[in-house]
């Protein structure tokens, strides 16, 4: 299966050298343990092969995200000219924006063939910022209900959660591209995200843990689902340093 590469070489030889071409690949974990961080050295390993990439962030300015790539010696500037990488910001504080008519112009501006989402987590609590359109087939109505007041075809608020979530795997899932979708987990719970659906929707899903004992940062990940794919199993450590993520 054609597959495309992390660029994290230990992490690609986990799964048969990357994601598979076309997948939602979810990565979760706790502020701090390096999930946006992941989702930059994809997009820009990306770059470097030739795969222009789209990263939506709805957490963080892009003059971070691009002053974090720097600090770790990545032009992400010198890829955005050669729209190979699109990192774009969307706001928070204008209503009814078109948040997948965003993607879907950047992803054919580029010709991309990956995008980064951050976060699923910070899109389900701002749903009502966004015009969200409604193409689910009976059978996901059935299962997932529908909810929230709707006009031309649009749902303009909503308080389902899960139902919001599918919605955003699918949209992503439309566009062709191989999608690394980052969000919160969540503890003391039996599911572990936010939302609480995305790790069964999505065709893999990595998990991000970091834990402080002492003096000491112990940071893991484990891959705990990737279709069609063989899988290296069980918790690798990691580390973030000038390289970016690297496993031990």
């Known amino acids: 299966m054609d597959r495309a590469e992390t660029g994290i070489k230990e992490f690609d030889s986990l799964v048969e050298g990357g994601f598979p071409r076309g997948f939602n690949v979810l990565v979760v974990g706790a502020p701090g343990t390096g999930k946006t961080l992941f989702g930059i050295q994809y997009l820009f390993n990306g770059a470097r092969a030739g795969e222009p990439g789209v990263y939506i962030s709805l957490d963080m300015e892009d003059g971070k ?29 204008r209503e009814k924006t078109r948040i ?13 063939k990956r995008i980064v989402f951050d976060s699923l987590a910070a899109f389900a609590i701002n749903i009502d ?3 969200i359109p409604l193409a689910f087939d009976d059978e996901i ?25 599918y919605l955003a795997l699918n949209k992503l899932s439309e566009f062709g ?30 998990v991000l843990k970091s834990l402080a004992i002492g003096e000491t940062l112990s940071r893991t990940l484990e891959i ?7 899988m290296d199993g069980g918790i690798k450590s990691y580390k973030i340093d000038s390289g970016g993520i690297s496993l031990n």
Request: net charge neutral; hydrophobic share 35%.
């Open 129 to 131: 910022q966004f015009a």
């Open 100 to 112: 997948f008519d965003t993607v879907q112009a950047e992803v054919e501006r580029i010709g991309a």
């Open 141 to 165: 109505d059935r299962i997932l209900g529908r909810s929230g007041p709707m006009k031309d075809g649009v749902m303009y608020e909503g308080n389902s959660e899960k139902r919001i979530t």
């Open 224 to 230: 705990k689902k990737m279709r069609c794919s063989k």
């Open 65 to 93: 995200l691009k002053r974090q790539a720097e600090q770790l010696g990545w032009d992400v500037a010198k890829f955005e000219k050669e729209n190979k990488i699109s990192i774009v910001k969307v706001p928070l504080n």
């Open 177 to 206: 591209t191989t999608n690394m979708i980052i969000t919160d987990t969540i503890s003391d719970t039996n599911t572990l995200t936010v939302d609480g659906v995305s790790e069964y929707v999505c065709d893999g899903l990595v």
